[in-house]
Protein backbone atom coordinates (compact mmCIF):
# COMPACT_ATOMS: atom_id res chain seq x y z
CA UNK A 1 0.00 0.00 0.00
CA UNK A 2 2.44 2.40 1.04
CA UNK A 3 5.69 3.08 -0.59
CA UNK A 4 7.81 3.99 2.59
CA UNK A 5 8.98 1.08 3.95
CA UNK A 6 11.32 0.82 7.16
CA UNK A 7 14.76 2.68 5.81
CA UNK A 8 17.60 2.13 8.77
CA UNK A 9 18.03 5.13 10.74
CA UNK A 10 21.21 7.11 10.27
CA UNK A 11 24.39 6.87 12.78
CA UNK A 12 25.69 9.80 14.61
CA UNK A 13 28.86 8.51 16.03
CA UNK A 14 30.16 10.85 18.92
CA UNK A 15 33.75 11.94 17.41
CA UNK A 16 36.76 10.74 19.20
CA UNK A 17 39.72 12.91 20.68
CA UNK A 18 42.24 12.28 17.81
CA UNK A 19 39.28 13.53 15.65
CA UNK A 20 38.81 17.14 17.64
CA UNK A 21 42.22 17.80 16.79
CA UNK A 22 41.48 18.24 12.96
CA UNK A 23 38.09 19.72 13.88
CA UNK A 24 38.34 23.16 12.60
CA UNK A 25 35.99 25.23 14.39
CA UNK A 26 34.35 28.28 11.97
CA UNK A 27 35.21 31.82 13.74
CA UNK A 28 31.74 32.33 15.06
CA UNK A 29 32.22 29.25 17.07
CA UNK A 30 35.30 30.43 18.24
CA UNK A 31 34.08 34.00 18.98
CA UNK A 32 31.01 31.78 20.79
CA UNK A 33 33.33 29.73 23.04
CA UNK A 34 35.76 33.36 23.88
CA UNK A 35 33.00 34.62 25.21
CA UNK A 36 31.52 32.09 27.55
CA UNK A 37 35.79 31.90 28.52
CA UNK A 38 36.05 35.69 28.81
CA UNK A 39 32.78 35.49 31.36
CA UNK A 40 33.82 32.43 33.41
CA UNK A 41 37.47 34.94 33.67
CA UNK A 42 35.66 37.61 34.86
CA UNK A 43 32.91 35.89 36.99
CA UNK A 44 35.81 34.42 38.32
CA UNK A 45 37.82 37.12 39.38
CA UNK A 46 35.49 39.77 40.12
CA UNK A 47 35.62 38.74 43.91
CA UNK A 48 39.03 37.33 44.23
CA UNK A 49 40.96 40.14 42.19
CA UNK A 50 38.62 43.19 40.93
CA UNK A 51 36.70 43.67 44.13
CA UNK A 52 39.76 43.92 46.43
CA UNK A 53 41.95 46.00 44.35
CA UNK A 54 39.08 48.38 44.15
CA UNK A 55 38.23 48.66 47.49
CA UNK A 56 42.20 49.08 48.09
CA UNK A 57 42.23 51.84 45.68
CA UNK A 58 40.01 53.52 47.50
CA UNK A 59 39.88 52.97 51.07
CA UNK A 60 43.19 55.74 51.69
CA UNK A 61 46.31 57.36 49.87
CA UNK A 62 48.34 55.02 51.36
CA UNK A 63 46.08 52.16 49.42
CA UNK A 64 46.39 54.01 46.07
CA UNK A 65 49.79 54.45 46.22
CA UNK A 66 50.31 50.66 47.43
CA UNK A 67 48.49 49.64 44.57
CA UNK A 68 50.23 51.72 42.29
CA UNK A 69 53.13 50.11 43.32
CA UNK A 70 51.72 46.76 43.05
CA UNK A 71 50.74 47.55 39.40
CA UNK A 72 54.54 48.43 38.52
CA UNK A 73 55.19 44.61 38.40
CA UNK A 74 55.09 43.51 34.73
CA UNK A 75 53.60 40.49 35.53
CA UNK A 76 50.74 42.45 37.27
CA UNK A 77 50.19 44.40 34.36
CA UNK A 78 49.90 41.31 32.16
CA UNK A 79 47.19 39.47 34.58
CA UNK A 80 45.63 43.10 34.63
CA UNK A 81 45.66 43.35 30.33
CA UNK A 82 44.37 39.67 30.46
CA UNK A 83 41.21 40.66 32.68
CA UNK A 84 41.15 44.05 30.50
CA UNK A 85 40.80 41.59 27.15
CA UNK A 86 38.48 39.59 29.04
CA UNK A 87 36.18 42.61 29.39
CA UNK A 88 36.72 44.21 26.34
CA UNK A 89 35.42 40.65 24.32
CA UNK A 90 32.86 39.62 26.36
CA UNK A 91 31.48 43.04 25.95
CA UNK A 92 31.94 42.90 21.76
CA UNK A 93 30.78 39.85 21.49
CA UNK A 94 27.29 40.74 24.05
CA UNK A 95 26.73 43.53 21.37
CA UNK A 96 27.13 41.08 18.56
CA UNK A 97 24.88 38.33 20.07
CA UNK A 98 21.98 41.11 21.12
CA UNK A 99 21.74 42.01 17.41
CA UNK A 100 21.85 38.15 16.61
CA UNK A 101 18.98 37.86 19.11
CA UNK A 102 17.00 40.88 17.24
CA UNK A 103 17.25 38.20 14.19
CA UNK A 104 19.50 40.82 12.24
CA UNK A 105 22.78 39.06 10.85
CA UNK A 106 22.03 35.68 11.32
CA UNK A 107 22.92 34.02 8.08
CA UNK A 108 26.38 32.18 8.01
CA UNK A 109 28.20 35.50 5.55
CA UNK A 110 26.91 37.84 7.48
CA UNK A 111 27.67 35.67 11.54
CA UNK A 112 31.10 35.30 10.00
CA UNK A 113 31.60 39.02 9.09
CA UNK A 114 30.22 40.04 12.81
CA UNK A 115 32.45 37.30 14.45
CA UNK A 116 35.58 38.69 12.87
CA UNK A 117 34.79 42.60 13.43
CA UNK A 118 34.11 41.18 17.22
CA UNK A 119 37.13 39.55 16.91
CA UNK A 120 39.03 42.13 15.36
CA UNK A 121 37.61 45.23 17.68
CA UNK A 122 38.49 43.31 20.90
CA UNK A 123 41.99 42.87 20.08
CA UNK A 124 42.56 46.34 18.91
CA UNK A 125 41.11 47.64 22.05
CA UNK A 126 43.07 45.49 24.01
CA UNK A 127 45.72 46.31 22.19
CA UNK A 128 45.42 50.33 22.98
CA UNK A 129 44.42 49.69 26.82
CA UNK A 130 48.10 47.52 26.59
CA UNK A 131 50.04 50.82 25.33
CA UNK A 132 48.33 52.79 28.23
CA UNK A 133 48.86 50.37 30.87
CA UNK A 134 52.98 49.88 29.99
CA UNK A 135 53.23 53.73 29.38
CA UNK A 136 54.19 53.45 25.91
CA UNK A 137 51.16 56.12 25.08
Known amino acids: MSDSAAK ?10 LQLM ?3 LPLAGKVSILHRVSG ?3 F ?3 PLVILPLFAMSVSSEAGFAALSNVFGNPI ?3 I ?3 LIWGYLHHFCAGIRYLVLDLH ?3 NKESAQKSAGIVLGCSLALTFVFALKLFGVW
Open 76 to 78: VKL
Open 40 to 42: ALL
Open 8 to 17: PRPQFRNISV
Open 22 to 24: NYR
Open 104 to 106: IGV
Open 80 to 82: ALA
Open 44 to 46: LCL
